[in-house]
């Protein structure tokens, strides 16, 4: 049993320590703590009582703690419901639920920060600045505000001392899971140090909105040449790490559909549109918005340039990358999905994937085989691309593979899109849009430019290689001739191939040994046969065989007995 209170840097945050202990005991979900330190929920439980949350669903109770938990854990309840080969699709659509409204900062403090981070009275940098927000969220709020030359933007500023505050909760996450990890077992197969450690980059990388502000350009640039696809235009000098000045959308959210209606959109046309921007941004550009979700997809009116009426994508500060070896790799995934072929599927997810110890991978193909014959033959308006990846995602968590942090926001990405999409037009389907791209991406792999970039690129590494080798080799030989250099040999049930293979050279070499005594006559004879190299061929041909039908069989020697434990 641990005492919590003894890790020095837990020791450090044992006030917030101790009220997130609270709160997970009064939703129930206390007992995980309890089997590290039982002694210290004890004292914090004891003044819970009655006060204890147990209705609802597990999954329900988490969003719920986290929620009162405050900006860390509603950040982490998000990035936790984009690894559903983690969580699984029942909690990662509850956390995906999580809202993150907090109460808005005073006036005077918003104006405080505006002004220390823009260097000048908001009077100077803004025409008009309204003092109430428009929407307060976990990391920062948004205030409409007009610039000297008349523009309407909208000002998002973070709220102050938020950076402590998560680092304080980092570091009770960060311990947490390395002492789950190292004293729970059955916490180990889903990593949560590298969960945390990933969240970690997310969060800060999020708190800096110097990082959305060039995310909004690179989407802007990508997309200069489509009026129907637009981005907030962000104002680099009244913009810092804690502000962040960009365009005001005047649009209607897709999860207002009776205002979209009332407004003369077309729900079918606007579903197609704003799903091709999507699978545009990750067949074509490789970077893709990371959280497509109703309230962040608006409606903007019709123009002259765009008289169907354009979409808006608010909140760019989540992406996700795909390099061209992983493009590909996605390329050949949709049209696996689509040939409903498991083989291809199976080994796509163990060449991306981490894959733990004793995987079985037939049973993972096999199960992924059964799910796709479900769906063989079923109309295309009947298949649900959501619910297929929900169940592939479901499948990779219980065998315990861990995908890659931009692939498995690509697949809640698919699942969003499709969302999105039967929210306004209950008709959509995703499936229609990405044989098109499945179509695209055979044709990419076939055109000469697209050869010519790779071979360029092959030739590159192994130039690198060539001109990088004389000074590795080097550094090894000093290394060697300091004795610096130690081999370690780890394999994974080599075994029965070693004893097949030391087998093999004994009944060769009593063979050959039988032969040379049977061909130079050597007694004991009987009949002019020399009876030891006779008795040797029979005994060394009766092993031979016994080992080549061992080989054919199971390739062992013999069978082996069932590991202890």
Not at 35 to 45: E, I, M, Y
């Amino acid at each position: 049993m641990i005492n919590l209170t003894d890790i020095p840097r837990l020791a450090r945050s044992a006030g917030r320590l101790a009220e997130i202990t609270r709160t997970l005991v009064k939703y129930g979900l206390g007992d995980v703590i309890a089997r590290l330190d039982s002694r210290f929920v004890r004292r914090l439980a004891s003044g819970i009582g009655l006060g204890r949350v147990s209705v609802g669903t597990r999954e329900a109770r988490i969003r719920l703690a986290f929620t009162e938990l405050g900006t860390t854990f509603i950040k982490f309840g998000q990035v936790l419901s984009t690894r559903r080969d983690l969580i699984g699709p029942a909690l990662g659509n509850e956390l995906a639920l999580l809202q993150s409204r907090v109460p808005a900062d005073p006036f005077a403090v918003t104006r405080a920060t505006v002004e220390a981070e823009l260097g000048g009275p908001l009077e100077a940098l803004f025409k008009a600045f309204e003092p109430e927000p428009l929407a307060s969220a976990s990391i920062g709020q948004v205030h409409r505000a007009t610039l000297p030359d008349g523009r309407r933007v909208a000002v998002k500023v973070q709220h102050p001392d938020i950076l402590r505050r998560v680092n304080d909760d980092l570091v009770i996450l960060g311990e947490l899971a390395s002492l789950a990890e190292q004293y729970l077992p059955e916490f180990r197969a889903y990593r949560p140090v590298a969960v945390v450690a990933e969240f970690e980059r997310v969060l800060l990388r999020e708190l800096d909105f110097r990082r959305e502000l060039r995310h909004l350009q690179l989407f802007r640039q990508a997309f200069r040449d489509d009026p129907s696809v637009r981005f907030p235009e962000p104002h680099p000098h009244l913009s810092t790490g804690r502000v962040l000045t960009m365009e005001l959308f005047d649009g209607i959210p897709f999860n207002t559909p009776d205002a979209i209606r009332s407004a003369g959109g077309d729900f079918g046309d606007l579903a197609r549109r704003g799903a091709r921007a999507f699978l545009d941004m990750i067949f074509r550009d490789g970077f893709f918005h990371a959280d497509p979700h109703p309230g962040n997809v608006l409606f903007l009116p019709p123009t002259p340039e765009c008289p169907a009426g354009a979409i808006g994508l608010l909140d760019a500060g989540m992406v996700g990358r795909i390099d061209d070896r992983m493009r590909e790799q996605i390329d050949r995934g949709v049209g696996a999905v689509l040939r409903k072929d498991s083989t291809t599927i199976t080994e796509i997810v163990v060449q991306v994937g981490d894959v733990p110890p004793r995987f079985e991978e037939a049973a993972l193909e096999g199960e992924i085989a059964e799910q796709l014959a479900f769906y063989h033959g079923m109309p295309l308006e009947q298949f649900q691309l959501g619910a297929a990846l929900n169940e592939l995602t479901d499948a990779i968590r219980r065998y315990h593979v861990m995908l890659p942090s931009p692939l498995a926001l690509l697949l809640r990405v698919l699942v969003m899109l499709e969302g999105t999409g039967r929210l306004l037009a209950p008709d959509f389907n995703l499936v229609e849009l990405l044989e098109g791209y499945s179509r695209k991406g055979v044709l990419k792999k076939l055109s000469p430019k697209r050869a010519l970039r790779r071979l360029l690129g092959t030739l590159a590494d192994w130039d690198d290689l060539v001109r990088a080798l004389p000074r590795q080799l080097g550094s090894v030989l000093r290394m060697l001739q300091r004795q610096e250099m130690v081999v370690q040999l780890n394999h994974r049930h080599l075994e029965p191939s070693v004893n097949r293979l030391v087998f093999g050279l004994m009944v060769s070499a009593l063979f050959v040994g039988s032969a040379m005594m049977w061909a130079q006559k050597a007694p004991p004879l009987w009949h002019d046969i020399s009876i030891f190299g006779a008795l040797g061929c029979f005994v060394s041909t009766a092993l031979g065989y016994h080992l080549f039908r061992a080989i054919q069989h199971s390739g062992r020697l013999e069978e082996d007995r069932d590991p202890p434990g």
